[in-house]
């Protein structure tokens, strides 16, 4: 959420500051802006709006200068404006600042500010940042000191930036809650909320750590730690090519994302089938077998998709292994008095592994003493490092904010992990070996629905003019129908509803009339007869029907104003199947629509505030 790219070094820093924001932009997009320091004079460019926006206003008035900072939004104090668009300025132009997270206590520390004669220009809480520093700043300090200074008298979660003119060539970082990432040049440093900015720079990175400073200049850079003063960094190198990360010829990310998924499903299986023992081998869990075999009850804690694809594992590992699991908003899990036992495996699903309330969970269950382990997509992120083991998704990076490939990640890696855990319960090999060969199948059948678009073009049609939708599906796809709902509103802000099937008769029906569709996920299965006859009940109070089925389902098709095909598999792996209609329904309404579908409104990529 919010992103932050800073540049020292001999190149004119605005361009590569800019290039940084357009590749962080999903982050947050509804204003940006620089500061770079050329000679005494501090330049300042802001701008409401996307980073094109902030693109335009710099060919008229460009901003020179070798060192600077910036930074895309997404508003928490104070609607989207020029003047509340970060950098944040204090003393005149003696410092300017550029922050992620929240300033829990800013509306204390404008006040004392304020009583002094500081005049604010903005809402923000950031803006207490700038004048504290300016403040701490006397003639000729130093704004590394300076910025030490401040940083404890500021509550709440920070990733910031800072430069100074009274300091040429140096750019001040600092983390709390937020993440921050130093990209190591040839003569240059870069500093970042995300290593998607440094990639095409520099492989070479060092993550801060929570209460860490830094000072970058083109030379060297310098980490201390609020408590245990100098530290030596500990340099990484990042595993995924610049590359990835670009659109090609797809129109949208989200739709180069969605059409990955084939690949998605291989990567996230590949080296984890055991074919011979009709098992899943996992790298990372630094867990025995003996200690897994221990384990009474998982508890997955995630939010928004992730918590999606965390309740197909809840139903996969009840099937699979015949362990309680339950699945829980990352958000409410750190905060509730939730029981747990000492033979509870407490689980964390995140894409970016940055999520605050993820993150909250995580340092929880840690703090009580269980063993936690963390699937994550980016490597090295904050989820991932602090985990005590866990499992990556390797599905290279997800720009659409609306998230697809990592969905399909994350269900393929729990399908392997309830398989590994049945294994090591009552699961026999041959059971085994039927998900094993299952999942083996599924990235060529995803090639098939992937073939279907032009279908699934013909139900967004009908969907695009709806005010409203229902989403059903039962056991399995249960939570593939929420999933299929968040897509749609998220991208497209047709409001929707996902319900177990079974639930539509307590209220949901009352909803249907002919304006109102359905969409139903029914691929063949062992409720299929019940489900047949929860379709006729949405028919017969005249309701249209889209519904997501097994290829050859007659019945089913004919009861559908649109019937979406998928091939015919084995239950354990439909869902990794049936979602992909639902993502492509989305994404064509949404286009339809004229929605602007990788930024869609009000929303984030990486949601690193509470
Ligand atoms: C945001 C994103 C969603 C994502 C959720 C959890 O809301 O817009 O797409 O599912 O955060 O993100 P995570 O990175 O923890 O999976």
Redesign the pocket.
Known sequence: MCGIVGYTGSHEASPILLAGLRRLEYRGYDSAGVATLDGPRLVLRKKAGRVRMLEESLKEEPAAGVCGISHTRWATHGPATDRNAHPHVGGDGAVAVVHNGVIENHAALRRDLEASGVAFLSQTDTEVIAHLLARELGDGDDLFDAVQRVLPRLEGTYGLAAVSPRCPGQVVGARLGSPLVVGLGEGEHLLASDPAAIAPHTARVAFLQDGEVVRLTPRDFEIRHRERGSITPRVDRLDWSPDLAELGDHAHYMLKEIREQPDTVRDACRGRLRRGEGTAAFGGLNMTARQLRRVRRVVFA??????HAALVGEYLIERLANLPVEVEYAGEFRYRNAPLDDRTLVFV???????AD?LGALREAKRRGHPTLAVCNVVGSTIAREADGGIYLHAGPEVG???TK?FSAQVAVLTLLALHLGRLRQLSFPDGLAVVEALDRVPELLNQVLATEPRIVEAAERLAKARSVLYLGRDLHYPIALEGALKLK?ISYIHAEGYPTAEMKHGPLALIDPETPSVFVAPRGALHAKTLSNVEEVRARLGPVIAVGTEGDADLARLADVFLPIPDAPEVVQPLLAVVPLQLLAYHVARIKGCDIDKPRN?????TVE
Do not use: F, I, M, P
């Open positions: 995630a939010c928004g998709t992730s918590w699903l995140s894409q970016s592994g940055e999520t993820t904010v609306a998230s990592a998220e929303l984030a990529k990486s949601v």
